[in-house]
């Protein structure tokens, strides 16, 4: 699994003029992709990695200060364009495989204590943060 990781001020998601998924405050939004690979002790790893990264203010994790988290699927991680003018999407998990293992990482981070809002899977979605720092970064598991 493949995760980019932004630290936010608020962040949401919206489908069809519809706000699916937000948060205010300080918070990470989060994209995830789904190699074939990928399995459930895959998302529970990335999950606890994203309920205790150091990457918020003062060096503090989402479980130390209860910081949400919106977690939104993304195959596009996984996409290639080394070669050509398109990018390849072979390497990312069909939606049947990569939706249950994305919904097992919120799961998981709601199991920890985490408030998790989320996109909606393979929905056209409009994603808009205010990225603090900026920081972001690539975690993988």
């Known amino acids: 699994m493949r995760a980019v990781v932004q630290r936010v001020d608020g962040a949401k998601v919206v489908v069809a003029g519809e706000t699916v998924g937000e ?12 190699t074939h690979e990928d399995n459930p002790g895959k998302a529970a790893q990335l999950a606890r990695k994203l309920w205790s990264v150091r990457i918020l203010e003062g060096e503090k994790s ?33 939606g049947d495989v990569a939706e ?6 919120v799961a998981q981070l709601r199991a920890l204590g ?9 929905a056209d979605m409009r994603v808009s943060l ?12």
């Open 62 to 94: 989402c479980s130390d200060v209860n910081a949400p988290l919106l977690v939104i699927s993304q195959f596009t991680l996984y996409g290639d364009a080394r070669k050509g003018r398109r990018p390849t999407w072979n390497a990312a998990a069909p």
């Open 23 to 34: 948060i205010a405050g300080e918070g990470l939004c989060v994209l995830v992709g789904v």
């Open 114 to 122: 985490a408030h998790v809002e989320t996109g909606r899977f393979g």
């Open 130 to 141: 205010t990225n603090h720092g900026p920081f972001t970064v690539l975690v993988e598991v």
């Open 100 to 105: 249950p293992l994305v919904d097992e990482v």
